[in-house]
Nanobody
Framework: QVQLVESGGGLVQAGGSLRLSCSAS????????MAWFRQAPGKEREFVAR????????YLANSVKGRFTISRDNAKNTVYLQMNSLKPEDMAVYYC?????????????WGQGTQVTVSS
């Protein structure tokens, strides 16, 4: 079992920045792809960013390209999401997730989420 805990959310003005962290415990995540998703009120959960197990490959949703960066520190068992130039439409609960090794592209462990609020 692995437990994922997100932190770093909060209230920020439009144009501001936040860095989210996803810390894993129980088992290492160093061999797994990791991703961030978000869900705004009344909307479906949507993909934000993914990073490969060694950080060598990243992929971001078009809506956040050029503004968000995903990174990881396997020594700390932690994944990050740096969010710059935040917009009101980025407001959501952000979740990190571990990619399944059995079925790539699906996610088998999720954190509880951290709220990001962007004021205009």
């Amino acid at each position: 079992q692995v437990q994922l805990v997100e932190s770093g959310g909060g209230l920020v003005q439009a144009g501001g920045s936040l860095r989210l962290s996803c810390s894993a415990s129980g088992r290492t995540i160093s061999s797994y792809g990791m991703a961030w998703f978000r869900q705004a009120p009344g909307k479906e959960r949507e993909f934000v960013a993914r990073i490969s197990w060694n950080g060598g490959s990243t992929y971001l949703a078009n809506s956040v390209k050029g503004r968000f960066t995903i990174s990881r520190d396997n020594a700390k068992n932690t994944v990050y999401l740096q969010m710059n130039s935040l917009k009101p439409e980025d407001m959501a609960v952000y979740y990190c997730a571990r990619e399944s090794s059995a079925i790539p592209g699906t996610y088998d462990y999720w954190g509880q989420g951290t709220q990001v609020t962007v004021s205009s």
